[in-house]
C-alpha cells in the first residue's frame, strides 16, 4: 500500500513538470490586444507604413494598426504584374552603367521632410547591390526617378534624409577605389575609399543631383542620420571596419575597441563647393526619370561628378570614437542627442552635438585618423545605457524623451529614457530584430503610439510554409508605460527599415486617375477613332485603345513572322479603379497593366505563323471576358496585306470572284 | 389700366435676380448609387450644359444600350437660355410700364415656359430610357430606364435619385412668387373697385 502512493506520488511529480515548460511565445498577447488591431470593414487604418522590401527590392505598403498589405510598389525589381521593367516605357526606369539591372537590394527608406517632419510628397529608397537612390511619388506610388550612385561599392547608408529634404546621402558600405580603376585588392590602405554622396533634391520637382561626394578614408560606411533643429547641417554616419581589412572582416574588422561615427558638417562643404574647392572627377552614371505626362522613363548618361577631400578641406570632417563596430547611428527629436549602436558592444552611448561642437571649438581632440581629427570619446558623450542587452542595432524615438533600441541578439525592443541614459521597459521580439520603426520615429515630432519590429527570423510565427517562410513583422502599443505586443503580421523580400506616416496627409492626395487630355505620349490614340497600325520596315506600331470592354483594333492581319510589333495600348478610362490589362499569347516579357488615361507599350516579336489572341487581364467589366482580339501572324515575306480595324471596320474575307 | 402696388413690382426684380441664378448654378441634379460607386455618381444639368460624371454614366450606359448624353446633342441649351433671357427683358420692360396687365402676361408667359420645360424634360427622359440600342450586350425584357423627374427609382443595380439643384428650387420659387403676386395683384384691385 504505501509503495503504491509512493508511486502515485512520483507519477504525480512527472505529470507536474510536464507543464514546467520554459515561457511559450504564444502567451505572450493578453488583454485587448484584438480590438487595438481591428479596423473594421470598410475603415481606414490610422498609418500608412512603407516598408524596404530587402532582397526583394521593392516598397511594400501596409496599413498600421491592422498590418494590410495595401499595395507593393516596384522601385529596383521588374515586376511583371504590372509590367515594370517590362513594359517599353518602364525599362529605362532600370538602365544602369552595367545595362538593364531587374534586380536589387533595398534597405532602407526616407520619407520626404519639411521642418524636420514627414510632408509626404515623395519617399526616397536605396539599392545596396548596383548603388542606386530611387525617388518614389506619393501621390502616384510610383518610382519616378533613379540615380545611379559612382565611387560607391555598395550603397548603404542610404538615402537618409535632411530636415528639409535639401540633401539624401548615399554612402558607401564597401569602400573601393575611385574610378574603375584595376588594382591590387591588398593595397585597400592606399587606394580605397568610402564616398558619401551628397544628393540635391530640387523642392518642386523632387529631382536629384549629385551635388558633391567626400571622399573618405576606406572603411565601411554603415548607417547615417541628418541632424535636425540645432545640429541641422551635419550628417552622421556609423562606421565599421576602420581596421582597413580587406580579408576576413569577421575578424579582422572587429580588432579596434572602437570605431567611428563621422560627423559631416555639410553646410561647410557647401561653402567649399561653392568656393571652388572641389575636383571636377570623370566618371560615368545613369539618371533615369520618369515623365507622367509622356508615361514614359528617359535614361541619361552623366559624365562628372565633384569630389571633395576632407584631409585636405579642413573643418568639414570630424570622428567621434564609437565602441565596437557600430551600426545605428541615429539622431534624436531635439537633435541634440546622437545614438551609436555597436553591434558588438554591451552598453549604448549616446553623444551630445552640444558637447561635440564644444570639443571640436577647443580642439579636445585624441589624434588623426587619415588626417580627419577624432574628437576624445568622453568630451562627445552624453553618457551610456549600461546593459541594455545584447546586439544593439537601430533606435528610434516616440517625441516624450524615450528611445526605443531594436537587440538582435537578444531578440527584443528596450525603452530607454534619453536624459538619464536608464533602462525602462523591454519586450521580446520573435525572432531577432533588425530596424525597427515608430510612425515619425526620425522626425522632430513623432507620434508615438506604436513600435514596430522587423524581424530577420520567422520559424514557428506562421503557418509553415516549407523552407522558405515569410519574414515576420511584430506591432507593439507604447502608449502606456510598459510596450505591449498587439499584432503579428507576415511581410515580404526582407525588410529592413521602414517609415510609417499619418495616413491623412497622403490618403487625400493620391492620384486616382491620369487625365487622358494631358497625355503626351508619342504613341497615344486619343479616342478610337485615332487607332492604326503602321508599318515602318519589320517594326509594327499598332495605337490600340482599351475602354470597357473592347480593344481597338481587336482584328490585326498582315504582320509576319519575326516583325517587331509595338502595342500602344491607350486606356481610354477616366473613372477610378478601372486599370485594364493587356496580354498576348506568346510574348516573352509580361503583361501591362494600365491606368485610366495612360498609354503603354508591350513589344512582342511572333516567332511563328498563326492566330494570336490578346486580351485584357484585369477583370474591368461584366463583359470584361469579351475583351479580347486576334493578330494573325502570316509567314515572312507573305502578301497578306495590313488591315485591322473592330466590328463592322474589321477585316473581312475578300469574296472570290 | 392699374398699376401695381409697391411690392407686386420689386417682386419682379426679385423673380430677375431667381432667374439669373440660372447661370450660376445647376438647374437640376441626377445622383446615382451603386455598389461598385460607393461615392456615388451626379450628373448636374445646367441652363447651357450637363456637367460633372456625364463621361462615367455615358461608359456605363453602353451596356444596356442607352444612347451617350452630349452637351451638343441638346438644343434646348440654346433655346432654353434664349427664352429666359427673353424673359427677363420682357420683366424689365414689365417694371418700367408699372401695369398690372403686364405683370399677368409676365406670369401667364412664365407659366408655358415652366411648363414647356417639364414636359421637354420629361419627353428627353422618356426618350432616352427607352429608345435602347437593340444589338445592346445587355438587354433585360420589358426593362427601360427611363430616370424619374423628380424623386427616387432603383433602375438595375442602380438607385436614381432626380431633384432640382439651386437654381431649379429659385426657378419653382419664381413661379410660386409670379402667381402668388398675380393673386395678389388682382385681389388689390378688387378691393378698389
Known amino acids: ?657 | 389700366m392699374k398699376k401695381l402696388t409697391a411690392p407686386g413690382r420689386y417682386s419682379v426684380l426679385l423673380v430677375i435676380i431667381f432667374l439669373a441664378t440660372l447661370w450660376f448654378f445647376p438647374m437640376w441634379r441626377i445622383d446615382l448609387k451603386a455598389p461598385q460607386y460607393p461615392g456615388g455618381l451626379t450628373m448636374t444639368i445646367w441652363i447651357n450644359d450637363v456637367k460633372d460624371d456625364v463621361d462615367v454614366i455615358n461608359g456605363l450606359n453602353h451596356y444596356i444600350g442607352m444612347k451617350t448624353i452630349h452637351k451638343e446633342d441638346f438644343k434646348e441649351f440654346v433655346y432654353l437660355p434664349a427664352t429666359i433671357i427673353s424673359f427677363i427683358v420682357l420683366g424689365i420692360l414689365v417694371f418700367f410700364w408699372n401695369r398690372k396687365t403686364g405683370y399677368y402676361i409676365w406670369t401667364g408667359i412664365f407659366t408655358a415656359i415652366g411648363l414647356m420645360s417639364f414636359y421637354d424634360f420629361y419627353k428627353w427622359e422618356y426618350d432616352y430610357g427607352h429608345n435602347l440600342d437593340p444589338t445592346a450586350p445587355i438587354q433585360v425584357p420589358g426593362m427601360s430606364y427611363q430616370p424619374p423627374l423628380i424623386g427616387y427609382k432603383k433602375l438595375l443595380n442602380f438607385e436614381v435619385l432626380s431633384q432640382p439643384h439651386v437654381a431649379g428650387w429659385l426657378f419653382i420659387l419664381s413661379g410660386v412668387v409670379l402667381v402668388s403676386i398675380t393673386f395678389y395683384e388682382w385681389k388689390q384691385s378688387k378691393k378698389m373697385v
Open chain 1, 1 to 657: 500500500m504505501k509503495h503504491y502512493k509512493l508511486m502515485l506520488c512520483a507519477l504525480g511529480a512527472v505529470i507536474a513538470g510536464q507543464s514546467c515548460k520554459m515561457k511559450d511565445t504564444g502567451t505572450v498577447v493578453q488583454g485587448d490586444a484584438a480590438s487595438k488591431v481591428y479596423v473594421a470593414p470598410g475603415k481606414y487604418d490610422e498609418f500608412y507604413n512603407f516598408v524596404s522590401g530587402g532582397f526583394s527590392g521593392q516598397v511594400s505598403v501596409y496599413g498600421i494598426p491592422s498590418g494590410r498589405l495595401l499595395k507593393v510598389i516596384p522601385v529596383f525589381s521588374v515586376n511583371p504584374e504590372n509590367g515594370y521593367g517590362f513594359s517599353e516605357e518602364t525599362k529605362p526606369m532600370l538602365n544602369t552603367t552595367a545595362g538593364f539591372v531587374p534586380w536589387d537590394d533595398e534597405h532602407h527608406l526616407a520619407l520626404s521632410q519639411t521642418n524636420g517632419e514627414h510632408d509626404g510628397r515623395w519617399i526616397f529608397a536605396n539599392a545596396n547591390n548596383t548603388p542606386r537612390v530611387a525617388r518614389i511619388n506619393l501621390g502616384t506610388f510610383k518610382t519616378d526617378e533613379i540615380l545611379e550612385i559612382p565611387n560607391s561599392g555598395g550603397n548603404h547608408s542610404s538615402p537618409f534624409i535632411t530636415e528639409n529634404t535639401e540633401y539624401v546621402v548615399a554612402g558607401t558600405r564597401f569602400s573601393v577605389p575611385l574610378g574603375e580603376a584595376d588594382v591590387p585588392i591588398s593595397s585597400f590602405k592606399e587606394n580605397f575609399k568610402s564616398v558619401a554622396s551628397f544628393i540635391n533634391v530640387d523642392q518642386g520637382t523632387g529631382n536629384m543631383k549629385i551635388a558633391f561626394q567626400i571622399a573618405l578614408p576606406g572603411m565601411s560606411l554603415d548607417l547615417s542620420r541628418a541632424g535636425k533643429g540645432p545640429s541641422h547641417g551635419w550628417f552622421f554616419f556609423s562606421t565599421y571596419n576602420t581596421e582597413q581589412a580587406n580579408t576576413l572582416l569577421e575578424v579582422n574588422a572587429s580588432q579596434k575597441d572602437k570605431d567611428f561615427i563621422v560627423a559631416v558638417n555639410w553646410k561647410k562643404a557647401e561653402e567649399y563647393v561653392k568656393a571652388g574647392k572641389g575636383t571636377k572627377m570623370k566618371t560615368r552614371y545613369y539618371h533615369n526619370k520618369w515623365n507622367e505626362e509622356t508615361h514614359s522613363a528617359t535614361s541619361e548618361l552623366e559624365q562628372e561628378v565633384l569630389v571633395l577631400d576632407p584631409a585636405e578641406l579642413k573643418d568639414m570632417v570630424y570622428m567621434i570614437p564609437c565602441p565596437k563596430s557600430p551600426h545605428g547611428c541615429d539622431v534624436d527629436p531635439s537633435g541634440e542627442y546622437i545614438v551609436g549602436s555597436g553591434k558588438l558592444a554591451a552598453l549604448i552611448p549616446v553623444f551630445s552635438f552640444n558637447k561635440l561642437m564644444k570639443a571640436i571649438n577647443d580642439k579636445t581632440f585624441e589624434g588623426e585618423y587619415q588626417g580627419i581629427p577624432v574628437v576624445k570619446y568622453e568630451a562627445a558623450l552624453h553618457g551610456e545605457v549600461q546593459k541594455p542587452g545584447l546586439g544593439p542595432l537601430h533606435t528610434e524615438f516616440d517625441g516624450k524623451g524615450n528611445a526605443y533600441t531594436s537587440f538582435f541578439l537578444s531578440s527584443e525592443v528596450v525603452k530607454w529614457s534619453i536624459k538619464d541614459v536608464k533602462v525602462l521597459d523591454r519586450v521580446p521580439t520573435y525572432y531577432s530584430i533588425g530596424h525597427l520603426c515608430v510612425p515619425g520615429g526620425d522626425t522632430r515630432k513623432p507620434y508615438g503610439k506604436y513600435v514596430i519590429a522587423y524581424n530577420k527570423i520567422t520559424k514557428d510565427r506562421y503557418l509553415p510554409t516549407g523552407p522558405e517562410l515569410a519574414q515576420s513583422a511584430q506591432l507593439y502599443d507604447i502608449s502606456g508605460d510598459k510596450m505591449q505586443l498587439i499584432l503579428d503580421f507576415p511581410t515580404i523580400g526582407e525588410p529592413h527599415y521602414a517609415q510609417a506616416i499619418d495616413a491623412k496627409v497622403i490618403k487625400d492626395r493620391s492620384v486616382k486617375i491620369f487625365d487622358i487630355n494631358k497625355n503626351k505620349h508619342q504613341y497615344v490614340a486619343m479616342g478610337e477613332k485615332e487607332t492604326k497600325v503602321v508599318r515602318n520596315g519589320n517594326r509594327v506600331d499598332i495605337y490600340m485603345t482599351a475602354i470597357r470592354s473592347h480593344l481597338t483594333p481587336d482584328n490585326i492581319e498582315g504582320v509576319f513572322v519575326g516583325d517587331e510589333v509595338y502595342f500602344h495600348i491607350t486606356n481610354l478610362e477616366q473613372d477610378w479603379d478601372v486599370p485594364h490589362g493587356f496580354a498576348i499569347k506568346h510574348a516573352a516579357n509580361a503583361e501591362l497593366l494600365i491606368m485610366p488615361g495612360e498609354t503603354s507599350t508591350l513589344k512582342f516579336v511572333p516567332d511563328r505563323t498563326g492566330i494570336y489572341p490578346f486580351y485584357c487581364t484585369d477583370f474591368c467589366s461584366a463583359l470584361h471576358q469579351e475583351m479580347q482580339g486576334y493578330l494573325r501572324v502570316s509567314p515572312k515575306g507573305s502578301n497578306v496585306p495590313l488591315k485591322y480595324g473592330i466590328g463592322d471596320t474589321a477585316p473581312k474575307a475578300v469574296a472570290a470572284k
